[in-house]
């Protein structure tokens, strides 16, 4: 749990509505991979996000996204060269290409056949 706190510091700040605050989380040393979950509705997902660090904005590329629906997951796998394979193991152990990412809306990104995604995984350039 040290290391962890040697990196991450919760600070309270402003007021929600269901659990009475917001944490903002400031990282003394930014990650190079951050997970999000994004099972909830009112999340989607972006092809890039971009935090604030002390000392630069660093920039983050959606890698992969995980799905699940009829009892086991799925997952989306952004390549160097920005295209989407999917992955399924129960029809084998090979990936089949889809397409660009700049072609998936943001629907396309939540959803694949008919599976909602809980977790996104953005890794730092």
């Known amino acids: ?6 990196c991450v510091r919760n600070i309270p700040e402003g ?3 269901s659990t009475g605050f917001i944490v903002r989380i400031e990282y003394h040393h930014m990650p190079k991979v951050s997970l999000f979950s994004v099972s909830e509705n009112e999340i989607s997902m972006s092809h890039t996000i971009k935090a604030r660090g002390t000392d630069r904005i660093n920039k983050y590329y959606l890698k992969g996204i995980i799905y ?3 009892f086991h ?3 989306h796998i952004i390549q160097q060269d920005n295209t989407i394979s999917f992955h399924d193991r129960q029809l084998g152990r090979y990936c089949n290409l889809e397409r660009l990412i700049k072609e998936f809306n943001k629907d396309d990104l939540n959803y694949s056949n008919n599976r909602k995604a809980p977790l ?3 890794i730092q350039n």
């Open 73 to 75: 997951f799925t997952a």
């Open 1 to 6: 749990m040290d290391v962890i706190s040697n």
């Open 120 to 122: 996104a995984i953005y």
């Open 68 to 70: 699940y629906g009829g």
């Open 15 to 17: 007021m929600c509505s």
